[in-house]
């Protein structure tokens, strides 16, 4: 069955320095991967996802991920972190042996220092 | 495109009681999604539809769950002689599998039920 582990449930970051958020699946067959943010007292909602073609996608508010079939990781990343990027994100996964349902990882909470 | 809408949102129950949520989807989403997420975890699946038909319900769910989704608009998930494990945020989400954003989930903001 597939599966996604996201390293480090805490994240901490500067204003202003790189955001790395890690995430590994488990999948025997292509998947379809995604990033969610959850801003505090907010639904999901989509930050980025990778179906086919590019390996590198962009999303909202100058996030992009980077999919690494050979590593099985699709780690999230922004160049500079900004104090409203603060909240919970969350890796997902669906493949076509999992009913295409999404899977989600444990979410990685990242806090933003001034 | 109002979004997906949940209620109640909030509920207590006091422990056996029968609690039911309500979730509103976009309405041209034919898939319906319930996921259960308690604090720091991610939101575990529960069941989902397409259309009016129930596609799959996760192994970990009890007998005590039970979804629905008459004519393929609203949803319903009722659980039965709640227990204080129950006690979590509710999450709904939809999704239209037809015309491409493959897969991608909108999410209402959750129904949290506490049992005292």
Same mark, same amino acid.
């Given at each position: 069955?597939? $599966?996604?582990?996201?390293?480090?449930?805490?994240?901490?970051?500067? /204003?202003?320095?790189?955001?790395?958020?890690?995430?590994?699946?488990?999948?025997?067959?292509?998947?379809?991967?995604?990033?969610?943010? %959850?801003?505090?007292?907010?639904?999901?909602?989509?930050?980025?996802?990778?179906?086919?073609?590019?390996?590198?996608?962009?999303?909202?508010?100058?996030?992009?991920?980077?999919?690494?079939?050979?590593?099985? $990781?699709?780690?999230?990343?922004?160049?500079?972190?900004?104090?409203?990027? !603060?909240?919970?994100?969350?890796? !997902?996964? +669906?493949?076509?042996?999992?009913?295409?349902?999404?899977?989600?990882?444990?979410?990685?909470?990242?806090?933003?220092? !001034? | 495109?109002?979004?997906?809408?949940?209620?109640?949102?909030?509920?207590?129950?006091?422990?056996?009681?029968?609690?039911?949520?309500?979730?509103?989807?976009?309405? /041209?989403?034919?898939?319906?999604?319930?996921?259960? %997420?308690?604090?720091?975890?991610?939101? /575990?699946?529960?069941?989902?539809?397409?259309?009016?038909? %129930?596609?799959?319900? $996760?192994?970990?769910?009890?007998?005590?769950?039970?979804?629905?989704?008459?004519?393929?608009?609203?949803?319903?998930?009722? +659980?039965?002689?709640? /227990? %204080?494990?129950?006690? !979590?945020?509710?999450?709904?989400?939809?999704?239209?599998?037809?015309?491409?954003?493959?897969?991608?989930?909108?999410?209402?903001?959750?129904?949290?039920?506490?049992?005292?």
């Amino acid at each position: 069955a597939q $599966s996604v582990t996201q390293l480090g449930s805490h994240v901490s970051v500067s /204003e202003g320095a790189l955001v790395l958020l890690r995430c590994n699946y488990s999948s025997s067959v292509p998947p379809y991967l995604f990033w969610y943010v %959850q801003y505090p007292n907010q639904g999901l909602q989509l930050l980025l996802k990778y179906t086919t073609g590019a390996t590198l996608v962009k999303g909202i508010n100058g996030f992009e991920a980077e999919f690494k079939k050979s590593e099985t $990781s699709f780690h999230l990343t922004k160049p500079s972190a900004h104090m409203s990027d !603060a909240a919970e994100y969350f890796c !997902a996964v +669906i493949t076509d042996t999992g009913g295409f349902k999404t899977i989600f990882g444990a979410g990685t909470r990242l806090f933003v220092k !001034a | 495109d109002t979004g997906v809408s949940q209620n109640p949102r909030h509920k207590i129950t006091k422990r056996g009681q029968n609690v039911t949520f309500r979730c509103d989807p976009i309405s /041209e989403h034919n898939r319906l999604y319930w996921y259960r %997420q308690t604090l720091g975890q991610g939101p /575990e699946f529960l069941t989902y539809f397409q259309n009016e038909a %129930q596609l799959e319900k $996760s192994r970990l769910l009890s007998d005590r769950f039970s979804a629905e989704r008459p004519k393929g608009s609203f949803s319903t998930l009722e +659980i039965q002689r709640t /227990e %204080q494990g129950d006690s !979590a945020m509710y999450l709904c989400a939809s999704s239209n599998w037809r015309t491409g954003g493959v897969g991608e989930l909108f999410f209402g903001e959750g129904s949290r039920l506490t049992v005292l």
